[in-house]
């Protein structure tokens, strides 16, 4: 199979679909890898170490469009990529379909067979394609964060793990997941006081178990989410429901009752947002401020440390991407039914549930496809 990955074009989006060495691997498998000149300059590989790895250096992304069988990248396809994209081509990347229609519906025209890693299951029910991206997200929301509550960014002006003499932070976690877990340990390692709010008792176990007592754990009724809002410097919005738009969990209201210059930074923006007054920003531009509330949605975080995402992230998709190209995405699908929750649109159709009951399509299920 003919395997091509491009530039990313998103804003500040630094990450690159596939390294050097998952290049060489696929060309071990026997494959063809096309890779668009310069698109590994945002992690610091060059095209001579791809041409070094055995793939064949491009100069622009529309041949690799036109002429490769799978496309790889890392985030969803802008307009002028879906513009380009065919049916009987294979694109593995991520979607996040259910709060994009303008996407889905240039996806469905288009007629591409569309496998989205944010859907792809693990044996254990985990989306193992999404946790490394949530782990680094995680952790970089509360960088994120203690940037924003700077005075000279809007915020209140509050150090995280305050000094002595001087209270900490009060950082809110919603949600005790991959995210929540890895913001929550950044928080505490900075020394913030910490509360993570979940409905998944387990979760809260889990959590107080590990933090032995570094950080509190409340269960997320309306009454103790808004309480616990009301106080914080710093709520992390973490919540997920897989494939689907993420649930409006903070309201416009609430933002009534929070100290001016508080922050909110919503990590579930790619879901659509958890925070009714959420809206995608970007590096370039990442923070503004409603009803005095400072909100940090960008909705590429990870793509600023381009070099540890990547290879986090091809840690994972590699195997998959290798399944793929040596078996057709129909015989890697039946060999793999948690490859094969990853199918989000196949000529036309769309093979996901939460997807098309968000945006009102027809569902077909994958394995109708697939008899």
């Not at 600023?304 to 995402?309: F, G, M, N």
């Amino acid at each position: 199979m003919r395997v091509g990955t491009v530039t990313e074009i998103k804003n500040h989006e630094y990450r690159v679909g596939l390294t050097p060495e998952s290049a060489r691997e696929l060309v071990a498998h026997g494959h063809d890898v096309w890779v668009e000149a310069g698109a590994g300059n945002g992690i610091g590989a060059s095209d001579e170490a791809y041409e070094a790895a055995g793939a064949v250096i491009k100069t622009n992304a529309s041949e690799i469009f036109a002429e490769c069988e799978m496309v790889v990248k890392v985030k969803e396809p802008q307009p002028v990529e879906r513009a380009q994209l065919r049916q009987g081509q294979i694109l593995y990347t991520y979607l996040h379909l259910a709060p994009d229609p303008d996407q889905t519906a240039d996806l469905v025209k288009s007629g591409v067979t569309a496998i989205a890693y944010e859907t792809v299951t693990g044996a254990d029910n985990s989306l193992p394609l999404l946790k490394p991206m949530s782990q680094v997200a995680g952790r970089m929301s509360i960088q994120a964060g203690a940037t924003a509550l700077e005075k000279a960014h809007g915020g209140r002006g509050v150090l995280l793990g305050g000094v002595p003499g001087v209270l900490p932070a009060k950082v809110v976690v919603i949600g005790g997941g991959v995210v929540g877990f890895n913001a929550a340990q950044m928080a505490v390692g900075l020394g913030a006081n910490v509360t993570i709010l979940d409905r998944d008792n387990l979760v809260l176990e889990r959590l107080d178990s590990h933090f032995e007592g570094r950080s509190r754990t409340l269960y997320s009724g309306s009454a103790a989410l808004a309480a616990e809002i009301a106080e914080a410097d710093l709520v992390i919005g973490a919540v997920l429901v897989p494939g689907a738009a993420a649930p409006k969990l903070v309201t416009r209201e609430m933002l009534k009752t929070m100290k001016p210059g508080a922050v909110l930074v919503d990590v579930a923006i790619d879901q659509g947002g958890c925070f009714e007054t959420s809206k995608a920003t970007t590096h370039a531009d990442p923070t503004y401020i409603v009803d005095g509330v400072v909100h940090y949605c960008v909705a590429n975080m990870p793509g600023a440390v381009a070099r540890t995402s990547t290879y986090a992230l091809n840690n994972v998709t590699l195997p998959h991407a290798l399944r793929i190209a040596d078996l057709g995405w129909k015989g890697a699908l039946k060999a793999n039914p948690h490859l094969a929750a990853g199918l989000n649109v196949h000529e036309g159709q769309i093979t996901y549930e939460a997807v098309a009951r968000d945006l009102g399509h027809d569902y077909v299920p994958v394995s109708s496809l697939l008899g």
